[in-house]
């Protein structure tokens, strides 16, 4: 079935420390993928998208993403975690079809440790 | 401010009694979605609308309506709301595929059926 996984439910760094949040997705074409946060009792935010070229794309926050289409992957990254950042992470596609627009992981929450 | 607005934030109700949170955007975008959001599952989308008069059901329909009269608007009706729709509710929009389809999301309702 298609499906975009997010493995961790949950993950915990420090302040300060280097951050990976993973996200695969399983369907045959590269589709358009997309980063949103979303902070306790917030919407949605983009944090970045990768629609083609560059497989690194950078986004807001100082978040960074890198597509590897021979892993299906797109894999958040922030070098170093502020306390700001907790929130839940959400990957997304989009499968550029008529109406099905967004396709969700089942999120990542983020707790940071002081 | 380009945004999308939902009201109301959030809303307790008894099983039956019909209700609609509306959604509203600003920047003329063709595309609206409804997508609920469930602890572990993501978001899912119940209905996508992808001009005026023009709807279609998403991946979790059922027990929801919509309607797209005005190109700003895109309301969800619960004709007989029952528990399990007891969740939290995201509008969005997007231009078209050729503009980027980025889509931008509202601030959510709570709804709790009871």
């Known amino acids: 079935a298609q499906s975009v996984t997010q493995p961790d439910i949950h993950i915990t760094v420090s302040e300060g420390a280097s951050l990976e949040l993973r996200c695969n997705y399983s369907y045959g074409a590269t589709p358009y993928l997309f980063w949103y946060v979303q902070s306790p009792g917030q919407g949605l935010q983009l944090l970045l998208k990768?629609?083609?070229?560059?497989?690194l794309v950078q986004g807001i926050k100082g978040f960074e993403a890198e597509f590897k289409r021979s892993q299906s992957s797109f894999n958040l990254r922030k070098p170093s975690v502020h306390w700001s950042d907790a929130a839940e992470y959400f990957c997304a596609v989009d499968l550029l079809n008529a109406g099905n627009m967004l396709t969700f992981g089942g999120g990542t929450r983020l707790m940071v440790k002081p | 401010e380009a945004q999308v607005t939902q009201n109301p934030r959030y809303l307790i109700t008894v099983t039956g009694k019909k209700l609609t949170v509306t959604c509203s955007q600003n920047m003329n975008h063709e595309y609206m979605s409804w997508y609920r959001q469930d602890p572990g599952l993501g978001l899912r989308q119940i209905y996508y609308?992808?001009?005026?008069?023009?709807?279609d059901k998403g991946d979790v329909p059922e027990g929801y309506k919509v309607s797209r009269k005005e190109k700003r608007n895109f309301p969800l009706i619960l004709e007989s709301p029952s528990p399990n729709q007891t969740s939290l509710y995201f509008c969005?929009?997007?231009?078209?595929?050729?503009?980027?389809?980025?889509?931008?999301f509202g601030p959510g309702t709570r709804l709790t059926v009871t």
């Open positions: 969005a929009s997007s231009p078209p595929r050729d503009r980027g389809r980025e889509q931008y």
């Open positions: 609308s992808m001009n005026v008069e023009v709807t």
């Open positions: 990768y629609f083609s070229g560059d497989t």
